[in-house]
């Protein structure tokens, strides 16, 4: 039998079983350090920086092809597409004007009770990549990035209501954790009443739901659910969800609403990353006065 | 005519004295990364989880082959980058890998001496093992829930590895045993 070029004659290393303890620990050291601290993102970028190309360069025929498909349409779709797509245009500039108007007039009753300024938004438009093979959470790659400007914790929204949010940044591409993970919740406004909630996600692609609920809150079938801003993190009005049904409290002293979400989550490929620009409101200065002495026993 | 063309020209399969000569460096380790590589194809989204981890096989393969190429280190630098890839928290894929790489290694005398078909009856609880390692060490490491539907993957992966490893045997030139 012929000695293998690699195999050196005499062998002088740890045995199998004490490497393999070495690697293992040192793996959840790592696993440690990057679920506490953000000390291994710089390592994470770069091999990504490295993945995208590769992934980007194996998904191009896929998009080709389905490009190539997309020219085959008949002349008659596109005439019936653009009939509607004008129908369509026509009825949201007349909501467009009805909405100028009313901005106008929101923005002179708030100077007038002296509130602050509604928060400005502006958005990134994105596609969607694909979706992370992740087996924990639900999350999708984006094609803008840092070097786009975005900024972890932005909203992502698309034409019919909120997708996710922002929760990690590559050089060129960005995760975003969709609406519908489980660790995922948005502060929302029942539209009907004003009734604020929070609406979190279940894991499953279509249900979102409103955990512990008051066993008496006015919340039924039907009512939509907009977000209400008082997070900083959403903008306040993006349409977030629509209720099913509510379950009347059982085994718990809380009722829960099953909602549908609005947005197309994990349906379109289209989205637009919102650059909320917070205003904070001022501390007002402290009136120097006398200080309350002998309050404390 | 046609037996000269094969004195020089290089054979496709290899054959008689080239069976003998091992699988080079680059070869193994380019076939790693090209498990890798099918890694990142472009899966439908809908069916993520079953797809089989092909850089395990590939690695799992060469580890059973040659162990001096494919070990424990480069198992744990594999792991990391799958890590990265699917982008769960970084060692969580590494430690599955160096476990996986760890368990073929010590039982690699009995497995090299099977065939593909036999492999795969005794690797089926790695591949599934992995999976499950991941899924586990996952919600240890603070994910809310794991997708158990992800274990699939590692069964596909136990159906894929006797084609893989028969047209790999067969590629690269594995020298047969007399028994077989």
Same mark, same amino acid.
């Given at each position: 039998?012929?000695?293998?070029?690699?195999?050196?004659?005499?062998?002088?290393?740890?045995?199998?079983?004490?490497?393999?303890?070495?690697?293992?620990?040192?793996?959840?050291?790592?696993?440690?350090?990057?679920?506490?601290?953000?000390?291994?993102?710089?390592?994470?970028?770069?091999?990504?920086?490295?993945?995208?190309?590769?992934?980007?360069?194996?998904?191009?025929?896929?998009?080709?092809?389905?490009?190539?498909?997309?020219?085959?349409?008949?002349?008659?779709?596109?005439?019936?597409?653009?009939l509607r797509l004008s129908e369509e245009r026509s009825r949201l500039l007349i909501l467009q004007q009805d909405r100028q108007a009313l901005a106008v007039e929101n923005a002179r009753l708030r100077n007038l009770l002296s509130l602050p300024e509604r928060p400005g938004v502006v958005g990134v438009a994105a596609e969607i990549l694909t979706m992370a093979a992740d087996p924990f959470s639900r999350k999708v790659i984006i094609n803008r990035g840092q070097t786009h400007g975005l900024v972890a914790?932005?909203?992502?929204?698309?034409g019919a209501g909120l997708v996710g949010q922002v929760t990690r940044l590559y050089p060129l591409t960005a995760e975003v954790t969709l609406l519908t993970d489980r660790d995922q919740g948005a502060p929302v406004l029942n539209m009907r009443n004003g009734l604020r909630v929070l609406v979190s996600g279940t894991g499953s692609d279509n249900l979102l739901e409103v955990r512990f609920?008051?066993?008496?809150?006015?919340?039924?079938?039907?009512?939509?659910?907009?977000?209400?801003?008082?997070?900083?993190?959403?903008?306040?009005?993006?349409?977030?969800?629509?209720?099913?049904?509510?379950?009347?409290?059982?085994?718990?002293?809380?009722?829960?609403?099953?909602?549908?979400?609005?947005?197309?989550?994990?349906?379109?490929?289209?989205?637009?990353?919102?650059?909320?620009?917070?205003?904070?409101?001022?501390?007002?200065a402290r009136q120097p006065g006398p200080r309350p002495t002998g309050a404390r026993p | 005519m046609s037996r000269g063309g094969e004195k020089t020209g290089k054979a496709f399969l290899p054959k008689g004295e080239a069976v003998v000569e091992p699988p080079s460096r680059t070869l193994v380790w380019g076939l790693i990364a090209f498990g890798l590589v099918l890694n990142l194809m472009p899966w439908p989204d809908g069916l993520l989880w079953l797809v089989p981890d092909? !850089?395990?096989?590939? *690695?799992?393969?060469?580890?059973?082959?040659?162990?001096?190429? !494919?070990?424990?280190? *480069?198992a744990f630098a594999l792991g990391l980058v799958v890590d990265v890839e699917r982008s769960l928290h970084l060692g969580l894929n590494a430690l599955a890998f160096t476990a996986a790489a760890f368990v073929v290694l010590s039982l690699r005398r009995r497995l090299e001496k099977f065939d593909a078909l036999r492999q795969t009856l005794q690797l089926a609880p790695v591949f599934v093992g992995k999976e499950a390692l991941v899924l586990t060490l996952g919600l240890w490491f603070g994910h809310g829930e794991s997708d158990w539907r992800w274990l699939a993957g590692g069964i596909l992966a136990a159906l894929v590895w006797v084609p893989l490893a028969w047209s790999l045997d067969r590629l690269t030139g594995r020298p047969v045993e007399p028994g077989e």
């Open positions: 039998m012929s000695r293998t070029p690699q195999a050196p004659l005499f062998v002088r290393e740890m045995g199998l079983p004490a490497r393999f303890g070495m690697y293992a620990l040192l793996s959840l050291l790592i696993a440690l350090v990057d679920t506490r601290y953000d000390a291994l993102e710089g390592a994470r970028s770069s091999v990504n920086m490295v993945l995208h190309p590769v992934r980007a360069a194996l998904a191009a025929p896929w998009d080709w092809f389905r490009e190539v498909g997309g020219f085959f349409v008949t002349h008659g779709e596109l005439q019936a597409e653009n914790g932005q909203p992502v929204i698309d609920l008051d066993m008496h809150a006015d919340i039924k079938a039907g009512d939509l659910l907009y977000t209400s801003g008082i997070d900083g993190v959403y903008p306040a009005g993006i349409p977030v969800a629509e209720v099913v049904r509510t379950d009347p409290p059982r085994h718990t002293p809380f009722a829960k609403a099953v909602c549908r979400p609005i947005g197309g989550v994990g349906r379109f490929r289209q989205v637009v990353v919102l650059n909320v620009q917070t205003s904070v409101p001022a501390v007002p | 092909f !850089a395990l096989m590939m *690695l799992l393969y060469w580890g059973i082959r040659m162990p001096r190429l !494919a070990g424990l280190g *480069l």
